[in-house]
């Protein structure tokens, strides 16, 4: 929470409500610039939401726009799939290719330029998230933490306008969460992203996120900005869903 982000261009737009079974979330938010957590006890829709952000799910109403695009529309009929709306995703597990290296791995998600080009690529973003050392080491060997390192360079390789990331820490103890929390701080500074981070851990809150949309289970969504280093905020976002 260190980086001014108030004059920045929206980089999401939701207003959506979507169904899934017999539960129903509703979420109105904008992300702009930097980090807005989605914060909220488990069950209370967080990943339902970022899941119909990425198109995996769709609205039952409302509206999903990145930047002046709008992607999900379901009053005219628009949704646009997930592979056209050049997303980044790291999720709790990475998802990895086992058969195929890290530099591989990250090398499907560059878009331009010939073969050559696109591993010299992918080997700049294993350098940019400090695991260019495991370029060719055998992916089912790597640790929790190597394996979300390399999924946070696929995701980035790739370009996108939005990055989306869904308890990518949980899996993974204590001090490897503080290192890649601040290797996903640093990356989206330096590159001037726009990340949507779904959690439930406060740690995440107070050393990761610009703003926050706080979830209840069957309410709408609130959101806040976090003013930096002010402690209090953590206790007054804890009284509100508490």
Not at 18 to 47: E, M, N
Not at 53 to 80: E, K, N, Q
Not at 142 to 161: C, D, F, K, N, T
Request: glycine residues 8%.
């Amino acid at each position: 929470m260190t980086t001014d982000r108030s004059r920045a261009d929206p980089g999401v737009t939701v207003d959506i409500t979507t169904t899934v079974g017999a539960f129903t979330v509703t979420a109105d938010f904008t992300a702009s610039a930097g980090i807005t957590a989605l914060f909220g006890p488990s069950g209370s829709g967080k990943s339902v939401t970022l899941a119909t952000v990425a198109g995996l799910l769709r609205p039952d109403r409302g509206t999903i726009a990145l930047g002046d695009s709008v992607v999900a529309d379901p009053a005219r009929g628009v949704h646009v799939p997930t592979q056209d709306r050049r997303l980044g995703m790291v999720f709790q597990h990475a998802g990895l290719l086992p058969h195929r290296s890290p530099l591989d791995n990250v090398a499907i998600a560059v878009r331009t330029g010939n073969r050559t080009r696109r591993r010299e690529l992918a080997g700049s973003w294993l350098d940019r998230v400090h695991a260019g050392h495991l370029a060719t080491t055998p992916t089912a060997t790597l640790s929790g933490g190597e394996q979300q390192r390399i999924a946070l360079a696929r995701a980035l390789a790739g370009q996108p306008r939005l990055l989306l990331l869904d308890e990518p820490f949980s899996a993974l103890d204590q001090p490897t969460r503080r290192s890649l929390r601040q290797l996903v701080r640093d990356l989206v500074d330096a590159h001037d992203l726009t990340a949507i981070v779904v959690t439930h851990d406060l740690d995440d809150i107070a050393h990761l996120a610009d703003r926050v949309v706080l979830y209840e289970p069957g309410s709408t969504t609130t959101s806040h900005d976090l003013e930096p280093d002010r402690p209090d905020e953590l206790l007054r976002l804890l009284r509100l869903i508490t």
